[in-house]
């Protein structure tokens, strides 16, 4: 095989616009001359071509369902097991459970409280593998979220955000919990009577860069979505905890990036917790300035020098010293 890839063979379609596309880039290779273009393409050829991706949906779909089967092995549950046929399961269900219609096509056939079980195995790998695609099926799909969030998994997936003795767990544990609840009300109420903000704290405290991240991308999402979290966030402390973690030197840039991002949000869209970012003993305005001399002009980073850019701008505003004074 080349190095430059010519010589792979294209990925398997999944939908009719990858078919499409997997026939023309055959067509591409063997015939330059001809248009490759689907909308070329005549009727009779476009029929064949829906008759064989509904032969590959059907297979699609059994495959599917001999997987989820094989997840409802005891093998699961028990360990000292050999669960290499469960981890291929959920390695094949992988593959197709973030597109939304076999999503959906899981849910029918009765895979989601599989999934749940799977995060009770003794094995961490059929755990972050059953997280992960929870997190796949439910992300931006309004029908799974709500089919999942009846088998009352927000607080399990915070238990294991919180304690598994596996990282990987816990980081795919938090992305599940993020895809479940994200501009989803009834999972941000499951989310909060979990008191499920302590959890996320902890789990910036911890020191773990991915669970940093997406601890605070979804701290973010949630500030956007919802001011009543406002008062609650600043009473816990979490300017002090953003603030925290920026002080830190041996802090990486990916979660400097969203943990400033996290603190504009929260400054921006919340008076109080911007006069709690000019409180003097903090330094913030030095830290941020430091930050921001450091960073400067650096291409990669240009994301975290816009969100320190746009917080400086806001505590140099005059109405920043009002606010501040009349919190004191």
């Known amino acids: 095989?080349?190095?430059?890839?010519?010589?792979?063979?294209?990925?398997?379609?999944?939908?009719?616009?990858?078919?499409?596309?997997?026939?023309?880039?055959?067509?591409?290779?063997?015939?330059?001359?001809?248009?490759?273009?689907?909308?070329?393409?005549d009727p009779e050829r476009?029929?064949?071509?829906?008759?064989?991706?509904?032969s590959l949906t059907v297979n699609v779909?059994?495959?599917?369902?001999?997987?989820?089967?094989?997840?409802?092995?005891e093998a699961v549950t028990m360990g000292g097991e050999d669960v290499t046929e469960q981890e291929e399961a959920i390695a094949m269900i992988e593959e197709h459970a973030d597109d939304m219609n076999y999503a959906i096509d899981l849910y029918k056939m009765g895979a989601f409280p599989v999934f749940v079980r799977c995060l009770d195995s003794p094995h961490s790998s059929l755990r972050v593998g059953a997280a992960g695609l929870i997190g796949d099926?439910?992300?931006?799909?309004?029908?799974?979220?709500?089919?999942?969030?009846?088998?009352?998994?927000?607080?399990?997936?915070?238990?294991?955000?919180?304690?598994?003795?596996?990282i990987n767990v816990r980081v795919k544990a938090l992305y599940?919990?993020?895809?479940?609840?994200?501009?989803?009300?009834?999972?941000?109420?499951?989310?909060?009577?979990?008191?499920?903000?302590?959890?996320?704290?902890?789990?910036?405290?911890?020191?773990?860069?991915?669970?940093v991240v997406k601890s605070a991308f979804l701290l973010s999402r949630l500030i956007q979505g919802n001011d009543s979290y406002k008062a609650e966030l600043l009473s816990m402390g979490?300017?002090?905890?953003?603030?925290t973690i920026l002080s830190?030197?041996?802090?990486?840039?990916?979660?400097?990036?969203?943990?400033?991002?996290?603190?504009?949000?929260l400054a921006s869209?919340?008076?109080?917790?911007?006069?709690?970012?000019?409180?003097?003993?903090l330094h913030l305005n030095h830290l941020l300035t430091t930050r921001l001399k450091e960073i400067k002009a650096k291409q990669e980073l240009q994301e975290e020098e816009g969100y320190i850019s746009e917080l400086l701008k806001l505590m140099e505003r005059p109405e920043a010293d009002g606010e501040e004074n009349s919190c004191r």
């Open 1 to 41: 095989m080349s190095d430059d890839g010519r010589g792979q063979t294209p990925r398997q379609p999944r939908n009719l616009q990858g078919l499409l596309n997997f026939c023309t880039e055959i067509t591409a290779r063997e015939d330059t001359t001809q248009p490759t273009s689907i909308q070329h393409l």
């Open 137 to 166: 099926v439910c992300q931006n799909n309004l029908q799974c979220q709500q089919s999942m969030i009846t088998l009352n998994v927000v607080p399990q997936l915070l238990h294991m955000v919180d304690g598994d003795e596996d």
């Open 61 to 73: 779909a059994k495959q599917l369902a001999e997987s989820v089967k094989s997840l409802c092995c």
């Open 248 to 265: 830190n030197e041996e802090t990486d840039n990916i979660s400097r990036e969203h943990c400033t991002a996290a603190l504009l949000s």
């Open 46 to 54: 476009r029929r064949f071509l829906e008759e064989a991706l509904n």
């Open 269 to 281: 869209s919340y008076p109080p917790a911007l006069a709690e970012c000019m409180r003097p003993e």
């Open 238 to 243: 979490y300017v002090e905890q953003l603030f």
């Open 176 to 211: 599940a919990l993020s895809c479940l609840i994200r501009d989803f009300p009834d999972g941000e109420k499951e989310f909060m009577k979990a008191e499920g903000f302590s959890y996320l704290m902890r789990a910036m405290q911890s020191g773990v860069e991915k669970l």
